[in-house]
């Protein structure tokens, strides 16, 4: 299968999202170009699970009337949903996290009314089909299996259409279905980010590192552990006692149970670390930079931070000033202390999946799936995981199996 290289052919590459510059010079022959590739029969509407404004569960709502997704930059295309799943952040984003600042995304000259987000459909992951593609994509055509993770800004999944950038969508991986696909891509590439993006491991320099996962059992743990392990670190794990089979068959080297006993002291008999990724924060970050290597390189990544709830609650210019001085404060603190102190977020990107769809294929990442539900089903599936626990990814079947 056709794989993207750094300059692999994806169309108007820098979007907002990082990707390659087109095809390389000297080559000869440019990447074909197409018009619009339509569907088979015009639609005006499609069946979707929307909010119309934030709250608890009760908020989600079916439609059959949903506006039809349409392109409208060149360097988009439509996806037909086959199967979906749920990450955290759709509990978030239906009670109102996150608001203030994705409302800024979707209109940032403020030329639209008030309350545009709704109706809104949530789902960030998608496996699919190619059903359209812009003028300026040479890289999919109709018909292609791919997947993607949907920036929170836009419409999700959680429909029988999406619209995305080229640069955010990927070949699915040839060995996985569309179930098993869809439970990837927004942890991966949330894993991606921290690992590799924010934390500088790769491929070439993580062998023989020790690396220490905090939350090693949800979605974005369970990814982290293979893939550090694929790159050939040595894993810590932690995680409660009745996940620890589960993050062990991953490939976990030691695994720690969290309720055993006093974490910290724990985690202090065993030798320092290269790298921590931490999932759960709170006190954690307390004491965990203590256990990194001083003076070395090691570093201390964390996924929750406090961007969004500052914005939310100071608004945008105020939160994004107090957020520039948290991150820098702790920075330079922990950096005369001798470690890195880094942030990660979700980065939608189409060239990081084709690297992670390498992986899959070639059976060192594997999906961690934790219940399927039908389309019919998105409300249980969503109290499933606001229940908590889960061992792996809740999915969604849009396209019922027969």
């Known amino acids: 299968m056709l ?25 000869g022959v440019p990447p ?56 955290p952040i759709d509990l978030s984003m239906r009670s109102g ?31 699919g089909v190619v059903m359209e ?27 029988e259409f999406v619209v995305a950038s080229g640069n955010e969508v990927s070949f699915k991986p040839r060995c996985l279905s569309h179930t098993e696909a869809a439970s990837l891509p927004y942890v991966g590439l949330t894993a991606w980010s921290a690992v590799n993006q924010v934390g500088g491991l790769n491929r070439n320099n993580c062998g023989g590192k020790r690396v220490l996962i905090l939350g090693a059992s949800g979605g974005v743990g369970t990814f982290a552990v293979q893939l550090v392990k694929a790159w050939g670190a040595h894993v810590t794990a932690v995680c409660s006692h009745d996940a620890s089979t589960l993050v062990k068959k991953l490939g976990a080297d030691d695994v720690i149970d969290y309720k055993s006993g006093n974490l910290e ?12 990724l931490d999932n759960v924060g709170g006190s954690t970050e307390k004491w965990a930079l203590d256990l990194l290597k001083k003076w070395s390189g090691a570093t201390y990544v964390t996924l929750v931070t406090p961007f969004l709830i500052n914005m939310d609650k100071l608004g945008v210019a105020d939160g994004m000033l107090q957020t520039g001085v948290t991150v820098g404060s702790k920075t330079v ?38 219940e399927v539900f039908s389309f019919s089903e998105v409300p249980k599936a969503f109290l499933k995981l606001e229940r908590g626990h889960a061992r792996g990814k809740t999915v969604i079947n849009v396209i019922s199996k027969k």
């Not at 170009?33 to 569907?39: E, I, V």
């Not at 600042?101 to 949530?122: C, V």
């Not at 002291?265 to 921590?276: N, S």
């Open 3 to 27: 794989r993207r290289g750094a300059a692999g052919g994806r169309a108007l590459a820098g979007l907002g999202v990082p990707a390659g510059l087109g095809v390389p010079a000297g080559l």
């Open 32 to 87: 074909p170009s197409r018009g619009l590739r339509a569907s088979p029969r015009a639609r005006s509407s499609m069946p979707s699970w929307v909010i119309d404004r934030y709250g608890p569960n009760e908020v989600l709502r079916f439609t059959r009337d949903m506006v039809f997704p349409v392109i409208h930059f060149p360097n988009e295309v439509i996806l037909k949903v086959h199967a979906a799943s749920l990450n």
């Open 133 to 159: 593609c812009g003028l300026s994509v040479s890289y999919f055509k109709p018909g292609d299996e791919v997947w993607a993770a949907i920036p929170p800004w836009k419409q999700g999944t959680l429909s």
């Open 265 to 276: 002291e724990q985690l202090k008999t065993l030798p320092l670390f290269d790298f921590i």
């Open 333 to 370: 603190k922990h950096l005369l202390k001798g470690v890195h102190y880094r942030w990660a977020f979700f980065m939608p990107s189409g060239p990081s999946l084709d690297e992670i769809a390498e992986l899959v294929d070639s059976g060192k990442i594997q999906p961690v799936i934790d």
């Open 97 to 127: 996290y996150g608001a203030t600042a994705l409302n800024m995304k979707r209109d940032p000259l403020k030329l639209k009314s008030a309350d545009t987000e709704f109706p809104l459909t949530l789902g960030r992951d998608v496996s």
